[in-house]
């Protein structure tokens, strides 16, 4: 009952931030299954990948209710994605867990640098349109399907800046495209890392539900807060979430 428990609040605030800031949230959830509930890296890779499926779920819905998803964009990005996630996660199934820490570290620091330049890129950088705007949305699914399966992320740290800077979209009607990509991309990701023994199904219980719910309430608080300060308060905890997998020990 108590796993149940805490799994059902780690799926909270891992849907809350999925549905304020667009992303999967698994840059949250795998830290917090790794350091409170003890999976081994790259089982909560594995869960977390399954967990999006349903953070995308809940977060597209809300977003569509308020018209902010582009279907084109959502249907192109996944058609890459869903290509590349099951590579991401064969490669993932290669690497010892030590590794796969450091890697993260490293990704969640890019991610953080991403964030930061955002304003500044999205004025030097005119939008794309037309074929090469369909080119940067199968160029991006492609890195973020892979990305998926690997990291366990559902890869809106990469779709949402690319959406934003490169293609014109609004903060909100690219956080709702993400969310909807990651249900087809996790989908393929998470059965392939089920295949490899990488989920933890005895945690999904009290994880979906929670998802679920704070996904629901993330999605709606999005609309009542400004893009600044949701971007600065995500850039802080994945900058101090990135340092202290890059520093992870390196066994002897």
């Given at each position: 009952m108590a796993t149940i428990i805490i799994s059902f609040v780690i799926g909270l605030i891992t849907g809350a931030f999925g549905?304020?800031?667009?992303?999967?949230?698994?840059?949250?959830m795998i830290p917090l299954m790794v350091e409170v509930l003890k999976l081994s890296q790259h089982k909560a890779h594995g869960t977390s990948l399954v967990a999006l499926v349903f953070t995308g779920l809940g977060g597209a819905i809300t977003y569509a209710a308020n018209g902010t998803i582009d279907i084109q964009a959502a249907a192109l990005l996944a058609l890459t994605a869903m290509c590349t996630a099951p590579l991401g996660a064969r490669y993932t199934h290669a690497l010892p867990a030590w590794k796969l820490k450091?890697?993260?570290?490293?990704?969640?620091?890019?991610?953080?640098?991403?964030?930061?330049?955002?304003?500044?890129?999205?004025?030097?950088?005119?939008?794309?349109?037309?074929?090469?705007?369909?080119?940067?949305?199968?160029?991006a699914g492609a890195f973020t399907g892979f990305l998926s399966g690997m990291m366990g992320v559902g890869g809106g740290t990469i779709m949402v800046p690319v959406m934003v800077i490169l293609t014109g979209f609004t903060q909100h009607t690219a956080q709702g495209t993400s969310l909807l990509v990651m249900v087809?991309?996790?989908?393929?990701?998470?059965f392939t890392h089920w295949r490899m023994g990488n989920v933890a199904t005895e945690i999904l219980v009290g994880l979906i539900p929670g998802i679920?719910?704070?996904?629901?309430?993330?999605?709606n608080f999005a609309y009542l807060f400004s893009d600044n300060i949701l971007r600065l308060i995500f850039v802080v905890v994945i900058l101090w979430m990135g340092i202290r997998y890059v520093k992870a020990p390196v066994p002897e």
């Open positions: 549905g304020l800031i667009g992303i999967g949230g698994g840059l949250i450091k890697y993260f570290g490293v990704f969640l620091l890019c991610c953080a640098a991403v964030l930061l330049l955002k304003p500044y890129l999205s004025d030097i950088i005119p939008p794309a349109s037309g074929y090469t705007k369909i080119f940067i949305f199968l160029i087809p991309t996790g989908s393929i990701g998470a679920i719910l704070g996904t629901y309430l993330g999605g």
